[in-house]
């Protein structure tokens, strides 16, 4: 490996750590619209396979980790992912044990990253083991019938969500969607359609501001209020009490065993399993910390093994989290997949992941408060949207000119409506995926 390759590697590790720090301090910023863009603008600039992978992988790390900050201050969620651990996030704040909570998910996080790890390589591990030994080659029989699984896939998340009906109902009319828009402008890529449901639901929130009483809904009069507690003192006392405790256990199990659920969705896995890794404490409080960290553990686990089983596995977005966030990494108009090799590009994620927990922990466990204080204070979300959809219309336009940016424009509405009446991100891009079967079956 070239030596200048090799710098660029650390460079955008650390890049998409810092970045994404502050990203995951934003309340109600979602893993999907941040993290796709991004993706795409590194294709755009023609980076390496290996240097995109080391960003995305530090970036959705950091992320991961640092979404639960604002939750554990503010009880406030920074993210979709965090939303489970608000209950027992608040419990904790009520408390006075923020600074303990929120060391506690840190924790979480490390342990749960290295497990996802682990669950993955396994599954890779078993997927070429089957092939080896059966003389079946599993991955493409999977992308063979690849367009019944996303359906299959669709259906699946569609019944584990809280709107089952509607997100059934809306799997042939998003489809039927998605096939005109590719008949209206053929020679548009995937990367549009990307782009269109990841900032669906920011375009139509901000179309709906035209209404008077959307307008009105969301109207907000004076400042909120938000106490943000002081960060304590942190030495190697606190560390080895922060990585060890009665939470250590429940965390690694969990957190390794969920690894194994890559193809549910990671928001339902994480509320489902982290409940149960607490559910026979007696302890309130010891309940409420077991719950936030392997919650934590949970989340950064599921994300990291759908990303790596659907790369190496099967090549082909198997999990939510791939079909969304990692959605541009599978497009075949930047043959990311074909340009990645096994051993460089898992020392590569290796490294990026170590880096940014490297990163992000240290600033977590000692200085939480005071980079929360200051992107609340000098970083509006409406910023952080209007740049991601200012990209977003630019990609667009480069890849397919104003007709493609009317088209997904269009697109993105229908989806950003689906997503307000309750269908997740996952159902979306699975549906989307899955639009060649109601193609092959139409036309």
Not at 30 to 45: G, I, N, Q, R, Y
Not at 146 to 166: C, E, V
Not at 337 to 359: K, N, T, Y
Request: aromatic share 12%.
């Amino acid at each position: 490996m070239e030596t200048v390759l090799i710098l660029q590697i650390v460079l955008f590790a650390i890049l998409g750590s810092l970045i994404y720090i502050i990203i995951g301090i934003i309340p109600g910023t979602d893993e999907t619209s941040v993290l796709a863009p991004a993706a795409l603008l590194l294709f755009a600039f023609h980076l390496h396979p290996l240097v995109i992978l080391s960003f995305f992988i530090s970036a959705m790390v950091s992320l991961n980790l640092t979404d639960s900050i604002p939750t554990a201050l503010t009880s406030i969620p920074g993210g979709v992912m965090s939303t489970p651990l608000v209950e027992s996030a608040k419990f904790l704040k009520d408390r006075g044990l923020v600074t303990k909570s929120i060391r506690k998910m840190t924790a979480g996080s490390v342990y749960g990253t290295f497990a996802g790890l682990a669950g993955g390589l396994i599954v890779v591990g078993l997927v070429s083991l089957i092939t080896y030994l059966a003389e079946f080659d599993l991955a493409a029989f999977v992308k063979l019938y690849s367009s019944y699984i996303f359906l299959g896939g669709a259906i699946l998340l569609s019944l584990l969500s809280k709107k089952k009906f509607i997100s059934l109902a809306m799997i042939l009319p998003f489809g039927l969607v998605i096939i005109a828009a590719r008949l209206l402008v053929p020679t548009m890529s995937g990367t549009p359609y990307f782009l269109a449901i990841t900032c669906g639901p920011l375009l139509f929130q901000l179309a709906s501001m035209l209404f008077a009483k959307a307008r009105k809904d969301a109207s907000v009069v004076g400042h909120k209020e938000i106490t943000i507690e002081k960060d304590e003192k942190f030495g190697f006392k606190e560390l080895k009490e922060t990585m060890g405790g009665k939470e250590l256990v429940p965390t690694l199990t969990s957190s390794f065993l969920s690894s194994f659920l890559f193809f549910l969705s990671p928001v339902g896995v994480t509320m489902l399993a982290g409940e149960m890794s607490a559910q026979n404490i007696k302890d309130p409080e010891q309940k409420a910390l077991t719950s936030v960290t392997a919650m934590n553990g949970i989340k950064n686990s599921t994300y990291l093994a759908g990303i790596i089983v659907s790369l190496f596995a099967f090549a082909m977005p198997i999990s939510p989290a791939a079909a969304g966030p990692g959605g541009p990494l599978f497009s075949p108009e930047y043959n990311f997949l074909a340009q990645l090799e096994f051993g460089p590009a898992i020392g590569v994620i290796i490294f990026s992941l170590v880096v940014a927990l490297l990163i992000t922990s240290f600033l977590a466990f000692k200085y939480a408060s005071k980079i929360t204080s200051v992107v609340f204070k000098y970083i509006p979300q409406e910023a952080v949207i209007s740049l991601l959809i200012g990209l977003a219309f630019l990609l667009v336009f480069l890849d397919a000119g104003f007709k493609g940016v009317l088209v997904i424009s269009i697109v993105a509405l229908i989806a950003g409506f689906f997503n307000k009446l309750g269908v997740s991100y996952g159902v979306l891009f699975m549906s989307f995926y899955a639009a060649g079967f109601w193609q092959a079956l139409i036309l």
